[in-house]
């Protein structure tokens, strides 16, 4: 059963290895990649601290589901998901299951 | 007359001093706290993002006693403005602000539990080439979450002098001295290897960051406690509305009492005061003139400090920020974002700095938008005149035992009713002249503080000030002038009647105007004086049933009761809800918005909107309860 559990969420995080920042669960976290946002908007959260190769964490979640705090080096900043969709991530961890 | 006349020679005798220095910083860093501190003012300090939206000046003396002039400005990311707030900062600094100084120098107030993404902003700064002081600042939280930097590395790297403050606790702050005493010293100008990019800097400020040895503090515990409770995905919601409800019982369960008890004071000394003055005319103006009229305001003092107090905690515990993403759906719904919501809740205290606080909205379509609806939500001019026909036409009896009573009950709907017409605006607006694309929602969430004792007792002294200041000014004014006016034309040496004196006239001359909503000549003169500002008609009702002798002995509740149907104050609520009775409202929407079209626009559509609510409600509460 564990086996399987641990399967499962293997394959899983392989198929979705470079995804949205929009597609973490609450909880997870990822390493933050390029942002296909305009570029103001895409310096905004550079200069909060949201540099591509830091780890980000869904910290929280408003009671709809959008928008969601997200968590780097410590700094919590909320966005909704028109903005999340279009931060890529490197999902943790996969690589170290072994490829 | 060459530029050398001007210069000032006293200052040529003992070196130069610094005359202007800017302060500057990401916002929530610490800015207006450090400024408090060092001048010995009360500007505005809350924990959240975007407190400060204008320059304040304030003054501080050197080690040779030389005046310096300090600018608070309002927070910054980077050097590129994207809010009017932002412009505010930027334009100081670079010295484009009309009437103000080109700052020569300039003090960077950073959070030293987040170097890494505030040096860049201190990288940009110093960089623009003047003598530069920097801060490292909540050196306490910095300490208590086991964090480290070192101080002196990073002042080697940067090439101005560094230091670790707490301006809260005014530890380190000596360096700000220093600072303005090294005036003299001649600064010597390092390079910095950056490159002009965001990311250039960034790579820059953690390579200065490492060498300085720094260790990031823990994410304090306290705030993940709290948040996963408050930012739950389920009881979010439920909290917040908890939240609310609570103030409303809180003010009137705990206000009202309060408010009865200076009632009864103030209704003890007026006739004491009666009882020293000689019959007559200044007995008359005394008594029903002055103290009715500011008196019946006055008692409002209570709830208006709870209110304050209520708005305080959160503004300063940093529930503002989470409460702002809770809303941020509702508010896409009506197509502007939770950064609106923020000046909307201060809007609660008053229309007026929420509307200065909208700078801090970077869509300029949705920040108009946000500026036309925030009269609409419950100010806490209004609060008096709900408590007062709320308290006069509705006895209290419980609805959730102690936490919810039905006057509390009917208070709330009026502050939702406010709040449904604010959204109801706001869709109209957004669907048609104000229409644009979603703005970005990126707000930051401060960690959560204890509201200090000493910064809500200031806050409450202060607006405890200000509405004695105003019932001083403003209302009594009109409280004479009403009385003087009740008290003409003479009719053989005697005071006319009510009912034949002046005021009455202009009430009779606008009564059929009114008459639809059920309101009498009495309430249109409110009316008319509450244009000023809202609490202003209860101190004419105050005055107008002080002179007349048949409401002469009752309290104004009573009296009120006499003078509406349970229809027509409905109706009166109602309008209240609705009407931009306030002139500082208009004179800030002029302000803001650099124009007439938006404050006239938005005053006739409030009364419109107000006259034809109210004939509504007049007529169908009408036809149930008579
Ligand atoms: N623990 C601690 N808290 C501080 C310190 N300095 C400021 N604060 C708190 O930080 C919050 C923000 O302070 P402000 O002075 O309003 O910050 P600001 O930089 O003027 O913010 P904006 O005007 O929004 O840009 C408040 O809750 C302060 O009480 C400090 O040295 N230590
Ligand atoms: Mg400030």
Known sequence: MIFNFIFGRRKKQRKHRASALADLQLGESAILGDMELALPVAEHLMNLGFVPGLEVTVARSSPGGDPRVYRVEGIEVAMRRDLSRHIHVELLGAPAFGD | MTCHAVARPREEALGTSYRTIAVVGPPNSGKTTLFNRLTRLRQKVGNFPGVTVEHHTGYVRDSEGHEVALIDLPGVYSLTPKSEDEKVAVDVLTGQMPGTPHPDAVIVVLNSTNLHSHLVLAGRVIALGLPTLVLLNMADELR??????????????????????????????????????????????????????????????????????????????????????????TWGAIIFGVVVVGVFQTIFAIGQPLSNLLQHFLDVSGSQIGNHLPQGMFSSLIVNGVWKGTGSVLVFLPQILLLFLVIGILEDSGYLSRAAVIADRTMSRVGLNGKSFIPLLS????????????????????????????????????????????????????????????????????????????????????????????????????????????????????????FLYRAGTVIM??????????????????????????????????????????????????????????????????????????????????????????????????????????????????????????????????????????????????????
């Open chain 2, 144 to 233: 208590k979450q086991g964090g480290h930097v070192d101080v002196l590395s990073l002042a080697r790297q940067l090439g101005t002098p560094v230091a670790l403050v707490s301006a809260t606790t005014g530890e380190g702050i000596v360096a700000v001295q220093n600072f303005l005493s090294s005036a003299t010293a001649s600064p010597e100008p390092l390079e910095l290897p950056v490159v002009g990019s965001t990311r250039g800097y960034r790579e820059w400020a953690v390579k200065v960051g490492t060498n300085a040895k720094y260790r990031r503090p823990a994410t304090p515990v306290w705030t993940q406690r709290l948040d996963s409770i408050f930012l739950h995905r």
């Open chain 2, 347 to 466: 809007a609660y205290a008053c229309a007026v700095p929420a509307i200065m606080a909208t700078r801090t909205i970077e869509s300029k379509r949705d920040r108009i938008a946000t500026i036309l609806i925030a009269p609409f939500m419950t100010c806490s001019a209004r609060l008096p005149v709900y408590t007062m026909v709320i308290a006069a036409f509705l006895p209290n009896r419980p609805v959730l035992g102690v936490f919810l009573g039905t006057r509390a009950l009917a208070m709330l709907g009026l502050y939702v009713l406010g709040f449904l017409m604010a959204v109801f605006t706001a869709r109209l607006l957004k669907s048609s002249i104000l229409k644009s694309k979603d703005a970005p929602f990126i707000l930051e969430m401060p960690p959560y503080r204890w509201p200090t004792l000493v910064s809500l007792g200031l806050r409450l002294v202060d607006r405890g000030k200000a």
């Open chain 2, 477 to 626: 004014l009109v409280s004479l002038l009403l009385w003087a006016a009740t008290n003409f034309p003479m009719h053989r040496g005697q005071p006319p009647a009510v009912q034949d004196s002046v005021v009455a006239w202009v009430g009779h001359a606008i009564e059929p105007a009114i008459r639809p909503l059920g309101f009498d000549w009495k309430i249109g003169v409110g009316l008319l004086t509450s244009i000023a500002a809202r609490e202003v008609i209860i101190a004419t009702l105050g005055t107008l049933n002080g002179i007349d002798p048949q409401s002469h002995a009752v309290d104004l509740q009573a009296a009120l009761k006499h003078e509406l149907t349970p229809a027509g104050a409905v109706a009166l609520l109602v309008f209240f809800a609705f009407a931009m009775q306030c002139m500082s409202t208009v004179a800030v929407v002029r302000r803001e918005t650099n124009g007439w079209k938006w404050p006239v626009l938005q005053f006739g559509y409030m009364t419109v909107v107000a006259y034809v609510a109210a004939f509504a409600a007049y007529n169908i509460v009408g036809h149930f309860i008579h």
